[in-house]
């Protein structure tokens, strides 16, 4: 007893003396994104510090949207209730700071539905007012300095294109950037000139389609097309402007595109970033950074490329760190988030831990391209976890501006990052020609001097023909001959399958041995190939369900297609559709090899060479399975087409057979086991 009571004071006295012990558990996760795109946990990112209900005497109700400038002062458009003797309610802009002190109100008998603010450098408010439908700036001491309403200009719309202003943002320029509610034209660009000129759309989402869609309206009526809903793009959600004037937006229901980053042509920077459902608001971080918040109560940081840093938060109703319903967020000049919860009427603050510190130090040293300089920061990430691929990416890209190619290489495969590794690998494949170049082409004419002198001596001493026995003895055995055959069927398909109805070429056992070549091949180049065309996990082996995979494709094929063709008149027995189909597979077993060794050499500006090889083997296998089921089978075109239709369907529905008694299978199993269970429980009890 003694020593435990040792023990345990011990261990009490390094947490206190130790700094940076974490005492208590944050009640969510943070997660970040491999260079396989797949979500892992990783270090706490961000820690929830304080929440506030309201500034002051001033209590949150239904807060919309906040502001924070760098110094830390928050604007929260909110409605309002006052507690004492005389208690008032209403909306305005509630001014504080992170220890919860009102420091002034903005609009109070002059906003309706404040769901919009921003903050310039000179201190001047805009407010987006949805219940008033109109623009309010207010100078820093709360007077209203100008206010702008729908734009009077026929390129704004029609009559039914209503002004009704949710979240607004400014540039140094002045030029306001507004959301409007249900506008689907794009964010309205205004300028402060003569007192509030349009000057267009901006940012405008483009209207996404499909194959369906596109055929439903090929073949509705005009009167029809009328009475369906419009193919119109999405409303942008929010927005945010970074200090270089980048304009950041969000939009729900746009996919790939939820999170865009424009520059002032309109130009999104960002291509394909994460699908976030419910995007609610987007803040521009102090490190080239973005932060998008959920409506469903996860805050979402992105980098400047909009690859996925952190995320974290989630669902829940009485910890710190959850939320109900986010509205809004903002980061202040010290990288403190601010997140607003509409339905718990609270603002909640976190502050970063030293793994988001180091990362964002190096992130921001790397974009602004001091990429020595981030080396630091990035060694102390990997050593927090050497799996962050977000570091390893950016260090591989960091070497590789150093010209250390060699060590790139190896973070760009550790990050998975595909374009990184094809940069590397193209240096040091420059570097590596540039040293053996000349015993390279001195290599090659000896090569062509030893086969050119080979044939000569070949023509006069006849050491080839003194060989021909071997091809002769080989073509006896009937095996062998088959295997041979193969090639022959490889060029001349047509020929080739009367060999197979008619002479009868091929056997089971030339057939079985092609297959295992093939299946061999298959998981070399599958496991084996160069990183840039690998499409499998490093150290992942499924070598079981792969040979698994391809038997049951070959076995179910065949047996499909025997009964389809013996219920439509084919001449093709069994063991002739096993073989036509075995032989068919002869371009892959020549070919892939090739294919296989480009992998390795090329990088991903020639991969197309390799695509082409890909592309040519499945064509020619197509064509040769093609033609040998016309002609082994005796059949037109017509009746080809046919049969390849009858024999996928059948194959579908023996796949769906299958399926459904494994799962049946399987119930009857779990049913087993649970009895077993409950019977070995109830013994022992």
């Not at 928050?74 to 008032?88: D, E, Q």
Request: proline share 3%; net charge neutral.
């Amino acid at each position: 007893m003694r020593r435990s009571v040792c023990i345990l004071l011990a261990a009490l006295l390094l947490c206190v003396l130790l700094p940076g012990t974490a005492l208590a558990k944050t009640p969510y996760k943070t997660y970040t994104v491999n260079g396989y795109g797949e979500v892992q946990e990783t270090q706490t990112a961000y820690l929830a510090q304080k929440a506030l209900s309201g500034f002051g005497e001033y209590a949150f109700d239904s807060p919309r949207d906040l502001f924070v400038t760098p110094d830390g002062t928050i604007y929260v458009t909110s409605r309002y209730k006052t507690s004492g003797r005389f208690s008032t309610s209403g909306a305005c802009v509630l001014i504080g700071n992170a220890q919860g002190e009102l420091l002034g109100t903005i609009g109070q008998g002059v906003l309706e539905d404040p769901t919009g603010v921003f903050v310039a450098g000179d201190g001047t408010v805009y407010v987006a007012d949805l219940g008033a439908r109109k623009i309010f700036v207010f100078n820093p001491d709360g007077t209203v300095k100008a206010t702008y309403g729908r734009p009077d200009n026929p390129l704004y719309g029609d009559e039914k294109t209503r002004f009704e202003p949710t979240k607004v943002a400014v540039n140094e320029g002045g030029i306001l950037f507004v959301v409007c509610n249900g506008n689907t034209n794009g964010i309205v660009e205004i300028s402060p000139i003569d007192g509030g000129t349009f000057l267009g759309y901006f940012g405008t989402n483009f209207a996404s389609t499909d194959f369906r869609t596109i055929l439903y309206r090929a073949i509705m009526t005009k009167e029809q097309r009328a009475k369906s809903a419009s193919n119109l793009p999405n409303s942008p959600a929010n927005l945010d402007i970074d200090e270089r004037g980048l304009i950041c937006t969000v939009t729900q229901g746009d996919g790939p595109r939820t999170l865009k980053r424009l520059n002032i042509a309109g130009i999104n920077l960002i291509e394909g970033s994460r699908v976030i459902e419910n995007p609610a608001d987007v803040a521009t971080g102090n490190h080239d950074n973005i932060y998008v918040a959920d409506t469903q109560g996860y805050i979402f940081e992105f980098n400047t490329e909009g690859e996925l840093v952190f995320v974290f938060g989630g669902k829940g109703t009485d910890r710190m760190g959850l939320f109900t319903t986010i509205t809004a967020i903002d980061v202040d000049g010290q990288d403190r988030l601010y997140v607003l919860d509409r339905d718990k009427a609270r603002l909640q603050i976190f502050e970063r831990t030293e793994f988001a510190r180091q990362i964002h130090e190096a992130l921001s040293l790397y974009s602004t391209g001091e990429y020595t300089q981030s080396k630091g920061p990035l060694e102390e990430v990997l050593e927090m976890n050497s799996m962050f691929d977000v570091a390893n990416k950016a260090m591989g890209r960091a070497l590789f501006q150093e010209g250390a190619y060699e060590e790139a290489l190896a973070y760009a495969r550790l990050a998975k990052d595909k374009q990184g590794y094809s940069d590397a690998f193209w240096e040091l494949r420059n570097v590596w020609l540039k040293n053996n170049i000349t015993g390279l082409i001195i290599g090659i004419a000896a090569l062509a001097v030893a086969v050119i002198v080979f044939k000569r001596l070949n023509r006069k001493y006849r050491w080839t023909a003194k060989l021909s026995w071997i091809p002769q003895r080989l073509g006896r055995n009937r095996t062998l001959s088959n295997l041979h055959y193969a090639f022959y069927y490889m060029h001349h398909p047509i020929d080739g399958s009367y060999g197979i109805a008619r002479e009868g070429r091929g056997n089971w056992i030339a057939s079985t041995i092609l297959l295992v070549i093939f299946l061999v091949e298959f998981l070399i180049n599958k496991y084996l190939c160069g990183f840039l065309t690998k499409t499998v996990q490093d150290g992942r082996y499924e070598f079981l369900s792969d040979i698994g995979m391809v038997l049951a494709v070959a076995v179910g094929l065949t047996l499909c297609h025997y009964l389809v063709c013996t219920i439509n008149d084919g001449e093709a027995n069994i063991k002739r559709i096993y073989t036509y189909f075995c032989y068919s597979l002869t371009p892959y077993i020549v070919l892939m090899p090739v294919a296989f060794l480009l992998s390795h050499v090329l990088t991903l500006n020639e991969a197309f060479l390799i695509t082409m090889v890909r592309v040519l083997i499945w064509g020619w296998i197509a064509v040769l399975a093609v033609l040998g089921i016309r002609e082994v089978n005796n059949y037109t075109a017509r009746e080809t087409t046919k049969v390849i239709l009858l024999t996928l369907f059948t194959v579908l529905i023996m796949a769906l057979l299958i399926f459904i008694l494994y799962v049946l299978w399987a119930q009857v199993f779990n049913f087993i086991g649970s009895i077993y269970g409950e019977a070995v429980y109830r013994i022992g009890k």
